[in-house]
């Protein structure tokens, strides 16, 4: 401790154990420049006002019974008392002024920021409250924060500011609900050097996925500018994912990233006395680009990774990029409280049983489905007219509007990331919201019912009407492990986070072709060669798709690795059998451009679709962006869990011809442990299985083309629908010479689709040939693992010990 000093603390001098003294942010920042400034993790320097000094102000100035006078008795739900008495007990703190002595000490610390960083420094003064950012409890965002303070008077003047501050209205509330004694909070006050973000841009990130949970992420929000608009949901933030086990092997890539809006940026205005920061318009090329590169995402995941370390938890950190010097700075760090408190044995389920018009949309926060009647309402003073229940409509919120929030069906905003402050307030009362819309305010009718729905992915959507919804309740527990594998079907890469923690064995059939419609839109070869699309509007929207990327190939690699890398990482270090894109011509034709490259088949199904694609001369350009995207994941994301599977291999020659081509594109399998699978879904496939064994590492039967082939029914059909039966002996027979003939080879043997969940008397049948895995829709794996536990009970197999997620 500084002997000079009684009432400051210098940021080198505190830990985590001072939280008594400077609050949670001050130890926070203390513990991190002591225990973390030698692995390299940058903090601004500064110094803590202590909670004695607040104290000692109210002391000298002889105010505490005046404020017991002004907060003794009060009702949180009376908002317009609240206010009234806050205001009260704000201006008897700001009126106790500073005493000579605790200005003295705050203007020579500030002198020594001075010799440190240069005379015109600027300042951060920032709330530290004594029951702050505390494991089960964030008092972030309840007091004040001023920044680019300059001059002795203003700094003074701050203080006195944030010292008043603990009794904002949004703070009494708050304290209130969690049980805390006004009286036995204080405030302490960080100042610290201003890190300029205005020139550069700032944001928040997490040790862990916020909307499931899944620990093994850092999740990075950034937008140009100071961090406040990130924080209070003024913008659209651009979002990045890095996952944590294989970055800490070595393999440094961003997992995944989704470019937001950055509508505004907030920067300094010089010369104000008042107001010293201001929003203005962030100019559109910054918009269609990110705040930040990849070099710096990987540098924030590195600080992320060391401060979650060393707290031994998951963590909330806000940093900021300094425009002059480049250099990236941690500004706050403290416990996660809402994703991280969440223990998984039962996961809920909801799902739309019906569609409805959609009237607006934007980024989905939590997994849930609510209906009430919207109310919209423009600013804080309208607050009176919302009712419990109803869907709050709003431009964004701020910690004033927290009372009616609690008793909101739903959020939905104009503004704001997955990180802004309806997101945070809306994880903790665990209701759904939609943030960022854009036009929420305005497209949605007020008074109108409506349904809001967080559980179709990163898409949060609106519906006009109440839809339909069901909740499914699955107790996970400690599910035993069956001999037979049960794998998972999955397309959807914003859905995998959350499926990773039901009980599996890994991923049996990813899908390509749920990425490449949704994320990349357009045919591969009209991105590699957008000339030869005749249509000029769909040239333009090709052109859109892919403005900010090099070219078509770089826009393609990265959407497809980055879909396929997130599954990967969800059930890492389990195996992800990633299926080659298998559209059918007709679907290919559909895509973005696709009408100039593909033919018009009568019968799409049995025509150009699958292995007879990749090695032909009119679509060997497109496999190869697919192989390049694979070998991304594999060896650059280092996912090395991924394993490829070829669809509809008609030939051996075939096989042969397409792991050559896969060879020529960097993908020969058994180099760095690669494996290649085949779809079994063609008599042929059976019929010579022992060929095709040769050249493959395993086989997934896909019982619906399977049955398609061997009894000769048009799956899409409805008039010969009654002949279509995976059930049929024929069908059972074909997957039974499979499974032999697997095993008589030494490959793997799996079946992927729905016949073992919708048949029972299919999954006894699997089990009793002996099938190595089943890969099944998330939906049906509970209950078909537990039938297949039981199946195995009775054929004294034993089981495995529950695996961990």
């Not at 924080?231 to 997992?255: C, I, M, N």
């Amino acid at each position: 401790m500084d002997a000079r000093y009684k009432y400051l603390r210098f940021f080198a001098e505190l830990g985590i154990g001072d939280v008594p003294l400077v609050g949670g942010k001050n130890a926070s920042l203390g513990e991190m420049v002591r225990g973390l400034a030698r692995e390299g993790v940058r903090v601004p320097n500064g110094y803590a006002i202590t909670a004695q000094a607040y104290r000692h102000m109210l002391d000298q100035a002889g105010a505490w019974a005046a404020l017991h006078e002004a907060l003794d008795g009060i009702v949180p739900a009376d908002v317009s008392a609240l206010a009234r008495r806050g205001k009260r007990a704000r201006e008897i703190v700001y009126g106790a002024g500073l005493p000579a002595d605790l200005a003295a000490e705050i203007i020579a610390g500030y002198r020594e920021l001075q010799e440190e960083y240069g005379e015109g420094v600027s300042l951060a003064v920032r709330s530290s409250a004594t029951a702050e950012d505390l494991p089960n409890a964030s008092f972030a965002g309840q007091q004040d924060t001023y920044l680019n303070v300059r001059g002795e008077q203003s700094l003074l003047d701050a203080c006195r500011r944030c010292f008043a501050s603990l009794f904002t209205d949004r703070a009494i509330h708050y304290r209130i609900d969690q049980g805390f004694d006004h009286f036995q909070v204080a405030l302490s006050i960080g100042v610290m050097k201003m890190v300029r973000s205005d020139l550069a841009a700032s944001g928040v990130m997490f040790t862990l996925d916020t909307e499931s949970g899944f620990r093994d992420v850092v999740f990075v929000t950034g937008a140009y500018g100071l961090g406040e608009n990130v924080v209070q949901g003024a913008v659209d933030p651009d979002e990045f994912y890095v996952h944590k086990p294989t970055f800490r092997s070595g393999q440094r890539a961003v997992l995944r990233r989704s470019l937001g809006d950055k509508a505004v940026k907030m920067i300094y205005v010089e010369g104000e006395t008042r107001r010293t920061t201001r929003n203005i318009p962030t100019p559109r090329a910054d918009r269609e680009r990110f705040c930040i590169s990849d070099a710096d995402v990987l540098e924030l995941a590195d600080y992320a990774i060391k401060i979650e370390a060393h707290y031994g938890r998951p963590m909330d950190i806000e940093w900021a990029k300094d425009g002059h010097d480049g250099k990236l700075y941690i500004v706050q760090a403290r416990p996660e409280t809402v994703a991280s408190q969440r223990r998984p044995t039962t996961l809920e389920t909801y799902s739309l049983d019906g569609r409805g018009d959609v009237i607006s949309s934007g980024r989905s926060v939590g997994e849930k489905i609510a209906v009430g009647r919207a109310r919209v309402i423009a600013d804080v003073a309208r607050l009176g007219d919302f009712k419990p229940g109803e869907v709050l409509v709003a431009d964004t919120t701020t910690p004033d509007w927290e009372p009616v929030m609690k008793t909101a069906a739903a959020i939905v905003t104009n503004r704001g990331g997955r990180t802004c402050h309806a997101a945070i307030i809306a994880r903790e009362l665990g209701i759904p919201a939609v943030v960022g819309v854009g036009n929420a305010t305005t497209a949605i009718p007020d008074g109108e019912v409506v349904t809001v729905s967080c559980a179709e992915g990163d898409s949060g959507r609106v519906y006009r009407g109440e839809v339909a919804f069901h909740v499914e309740r699955t107790e996970v527990g400690d599910i035993p492990r069956p001999a037979t594998e049960i794998m998972i079907n999955l397309g959807n890469p914003e859905l995998a986070f959350k499926t990773s923690f039901l009980p599996n064995d890994g991923i049996g059939l990813a899908r390509m072709e749920f990425i490449i419609s949704e994320y990349i839109k357009a045919h591969p070869l009209a991105l590699l060669h957008p000339e030869k699309v005749d249509d000029g509007e769909t040239r333009a929207a090709v052109a859109r798709l892919t403005r900010g990327y090099p070219d078509g190939q770089t826009f393609f690699v990265q959407r497809l690795s980055e879909g396929i890398g997130t599954i990967a990482a969800a059930f890492w270090p389990k195996p992800v059998v990633v299926r080659m894109s298998d559209f059918k011509s007709n679907e290919y034709a559909s895509l973005l451009g696709g009408a100039a490259f593909e033919p018009a088949e009568a019968n799409p199904m049995l025509g150009f679709r699958g292995a007879s694609r990749y090695a032909h001369p009119a679509y060997a350009e497109g496999f190869r962006l697919e192989c390049v995207a694979m070998k991304r994941v594999r060896e650059d994301m280092g996912l090395s869990n991924v394993i490829l599977m070829l669809p509809f291999v008609r030939r051996v020659a075939e096989a042969d011809a397409v792991l050559a081509k896969m060879a020529e594109f960097g993908l020969k399998r058994g180099d760095a442990g690669l494996q290649v699978y085949a779809m079994c879904e063609i008599p042929n496939n059976v019929i010579l299985i022992d060929q095709f064994a040769r050249r493959f590492d395993g086989f997934s039967i896909g019982s619906n083309d399977l049955a398609q082939l061997t009894l000769g029914v048009d799956r899409d059909s409805e008039i010969v629908a009654f002949d279509y039966d995976e059930r049929d002996d024929g069908v059972k027979e074909m997957i039974r010479l499979a499974v032999e003939g697997c095993r008589r080879n030494g490959i793997h043997s799996g079946l992927c689709g729905q016949a073992p969940s919708d048949y029972p008397e299919m999954a006894e049948f699997l089990v009793e040939l002996g099938i190595d895995s089943m890969s099944l829709n998330p939906d049906t794996v509970i209950a078909t693992t537990r039938r297949v536990l039981e199946l195995e009970k009775r054929l004294e197999r034993p089981s495995r010990a529950s695996s961990p997620r």
